[in-house]
């Protein structure tokens, strides 16, 4: 499907803003002041030349980064008043900020100079560890309940200067330190200690502007929110009552803080994020293309959401393709591979399957009504936890039930559904939990090895025949995998 016009523009300078962000974030050294001015000379001819390409001719509203970022998860949010932190490796000058938001309101109340950036750090480790920076964090983050935090992290604290409300990482704390520690300590004690760290750091720094300004709700953007376990930290500082993640917390979601920052008026009458089914669709009758291109026999079923809850229950791995694709880095059940979440082995021939290398468990999405039965503390965080956005301790019927989903330290990280936000998907858990007994379904997002989130059908086909997968539910479509490896 062709991409709105709109769509065109949104994707340049999301994509073109992210990648000078990382580049000038690796720099990290002295000269990043000059290497940030010459990128922005490129950036800024390379941005006004495309835009002329599309008949745009309007003057540049430009919005500094953390701005663009706290705008996205408090307008989001819905909420009348919060605090709104971000955390990222760099942008405009700064690797953090907290604000005050009321009414259409955005008021900063303090910054965190780069480079005092948690994002930086972050990336340092994942590094170290042999992974790729800005892109595998969340493995650390799996990594990390593995190991024991106590060996390092006063080592690692001690290369912070904390004061009430602020931080500074000392240059000292740095890629040649995490690796001078991955060299002499285990994989899992480096990083857990690192994100034990990463959380003292940022709880202290959020709790303290809690206490001074009063506020009770924290929204959340930046890339270093992608940390569903420090969301869950900074959730449980006990003057916080609410918690909201930016469903698109990276530079991803940039773009859209500078639209809510010039459509202010009009926000007065904004209505919280509900879904994030904002990407593209495709008709039934372009899937039946790509199916017969594909020399693929289907067969229509209406309705298709009890045969999938009966295929999940039967033990096939799903994979789902339906209406709008998710915006964001969560697949959250339009472009997800589910499975039944009764088996901790799916985690190693699942993943095996799909060429990932994982220390989290796959997710669970589990219906909105059942999540007490399922997980602790959740009032004041579901909102996030639509949206796959923040860990929880399991309650015992969870780790029963659904041990695939929960992680060693006995956490998962659920996409709560509710049915008007996605009907359909509503319905298969439903149609399972009815079959089984239990609310949940494991949802993993339907791509191959560090390939992105499967979006046209023809990803979803070859997706789906690589990953060697069952069943393909696509549209009110069924297709059986030739092969039916399992
Ligand atoms: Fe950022």
Not at 123 to 149: C, D, M, Q, W
Not at 381 to 388: C, D, N, V, Y
Request: glycine fraction near 8%.
């Amino acid at each position: 499907m062709e991409k709105p016009f709109v769509h065109k523009i949104f994707y340049r300078l999301a994509g073109v803003e992210s990648v000078i962000s990382r580049n000038i974030a690796r720099r990290g050294s002295h000269s990043w002041g000059q290497e940030a001015l010459k990128y922005h000379k490129t950036w800024q001819d390379e941005l006004e030349e495309n835009l002329r390409e599309l008949g745009l001719q309007d003057k540049l509203k430009r919005f500094d980064h953390h701005l663009a970022h706290s705008a996205t998860a408090y307008f989001a949010s819905g909420l009348e008043r919060a605090l709104i932190v971000t955390l990222d490796g760099y942008g405009s000058g700064l690797a953090g900020s907290v604000c005050i938001g009321e009414g259409t309101h955005i008021r900063r109340i303090h910054k965190l100079e780069y480079p005092h950036s948690l994002g930086t750090f972050y990336e340092s480790v994942t590094s170290s560890l042999g992974f790729k920076p800005s892109r595998h964090e969340g493995k650390i983050v799996g990594l990390a309940a593995y190991g024991n935090p106590e060996i390092l992290l006063d080592t690692i604290l001690s290369r912070f200067d904390q004061e009430p409300g602020n931080f500074r990482v000392r240059e000292s704390n740095n890629i040649y330190f995490s690796r001078y520690l991955a060299t002499l300590f285990p994989k899992i004690d480096v990083a857990a200690a690192y994100q034990r760290a990463l959380e003292v750091v940022a709880t202290n720094y959020v709790q303290h502007h809690v206490q001074q300004t009063g506020i009770d709700a924290i929204v959340f953007a930046g890339g270093v929110a992608a940390n569903v376990k420090l969301n869950q930290r900074i959730f449980e500082i006990p003057e916080v009552n609410h918690i909201f993640i930016y469903p698109n917390m990276g530079d991803g979601g940039c773009g859209t803080g500078a639209a809510f920052l010039v459509s202010r008026e009009i926000m007065e009458n904004r209505e919280p994020y509900q879904t994030v089914y904002f990407g593209s669709d495709y008709s039934d009758a372009v899937i039946i293309q790509e199916l017969r291109a594909a020399g693929l026999a289907f067969e229509k079923v209406t309705p298709i959401e009890p045969v999938v809850a009966k295929l999940i229950h039967d033990g096939k791995v799903v994979a789902r393709f339906n209406g709008r694709m998710e915006y964001g880095p969560r697949a959250l059940g339009n472009r997800s591979i589910l499975y039944r979440a009764t088996e901790p082995e799916v985690n190693q021939w699942l993943n095996q399957r799909l060429g990932r290398t994982e220390f989290m468990p796959f997710a669970p999405a589990t219906l909105f009504e059942e999540r007490y039965r399922c997980y602790d503390n959740v009032d004041g965080a579901e909102h996030a936890a639509q949206f796959m956005t923040i860990t929880f301790n399991c309650t015992d019927f969870m780790k029963r039930n659904s041990p695939a989903a929960v992680h060693v330290d006995g956490t998962a990280r659920p996409q709560l559904i509710r049915e008007e936000a996605n009907p359909s998907f509503y319905r298969i858990v439903r149609e399972y939990y009815q079959l089984s007994g239990i609310p949940s379904v494991i949802n993993t997002s339907f791509n191959m090895h560090e390939e992105p989130i499967v979006n046209s059908p023809g990803d979803a086909i070859r997706a789906f025949l690589q990953g060697n997968l069952d069943y393909l539910a696509i549209g009110n479509l069924l297709v059986r995998h030739p092969m039916q490896a399992r």
